[in-house]
Nanobody
Framework: QVQLVESGGGLVQAGGSLRLSCVAS????????MGWYRQAPGKQRDLVAA???????NYADSVKGRFTISRDNAKNTVYLQMNSLKPEDTAVYYC???????????????WGKGILVTVSS
C-alpha cells in the first residue's frame, strides 16, 4: 500500500556532507509526521530527526546544528541534509512516515528499507 524509497546515501569523508531523500508513494491520503532514524551495527534504531505538521522539527542532540530535515508535501518527500559528518554518524538510515492510507483505519507507521551512510575518518 505504501512504498518508501530512500536515496542519497554512500561513503563520505569526515567533515563532508550528504543529502538523503525519501519519496513516499501509494494509497496515501495524508502524512502527519516524516522522519529519519538510524541504526549502527550492534545498536538500536534511534530517531535522528522528524518533522511534523506545521513544519515543527525535532532532532537528536547528537545531530543538532549539523543536520537539517525538511519536507515537500506536494511530492510526499522528506529530506535530510547532513553536514559536518562524523565517523559516528555511520549507520543505516531509515525513512519513516506516519500516514493515513485509503482502506486502513487511523494513522500507521511505515518504514523504508534503509540506506547506508558511511563516514570515514
Amino acid at each position: 500500500q505504501v512504498q518508501l524509497v530512500e536515496s542519497g546515501g554512500g561513503l563520505v569523508q569526515a567533515g563532508g556532507s550528504l543529502r538523503l531523500s525519501c519519496v513516499a508513494s501509494g494509497s496515501i491520503f495524508s502524512i502527519n509526521a516524516m522522519g529519519w532514524y538510524r541504526q549502527a551495527p550492534g545498536k538500536q534504531r534511534d530517531l535522528v530527526a522528524a518533522v511534523g505538521g506545521g513544519d515543527i522539527t525535532n532532532y537528536a542532540d547528537s545531530v543538532k546544528g549539523r543536520f537539517t530535515i525538511s519536507r515537500d508535501n506536494a511530492k510526499n518527500t522528506v529530506y535530510l541534509q547532513m553536514n559536518s559528518l562524523k565517523p559516528e554518524d555511520t549507520a543505516v538510515y531509515y525513512c519513516n512516515i506516519a500516514a493515513g492510507v485509503w482502506g486502513t483505519l487511523g494513522v500507521q507507521d511505515y518504514w523504508g528499507k534503509g540506506i547506508l551512510v558511511t563516514v570515514s575518518s
